[in-house]
């Protein structure tokens, strides 16, 4: 499964693209910051503890 981001919320700080530094799965979209399902691992690859979640502000950032 993986994360995603909800346009509804984000307000495009960047907090969370800074923080996905392990496989890279966020980036700026036209309005809001995205998030490649293909890519997102929930972390787990990086010792399971989700990078981006606690960066977000808003609590934009979900699972899919």
């Known amino acids: 499964m993986a994360m995603k981001i909800d346009a509804d919320l984000c307000v495009s700080c960047g907090a969370c693209e800074d923080a996905c530094d392990v496989n890279n799965a966020i980036t700026a979209g036209d309005t809001t910051y995205l998030i490649d399902a293909a890519k ?4 787990k690859s ?7 979640v ?11």
């Open 54 to 64: 606690p960066t977000c502000g808003v609590d934009a950032i979900v699972k899919a």
């Open 40 to 43: 997102c691992d929930e972390c």
């Open 46 to 52: 990086a010792g399971g503890d989700q990078k981006c």
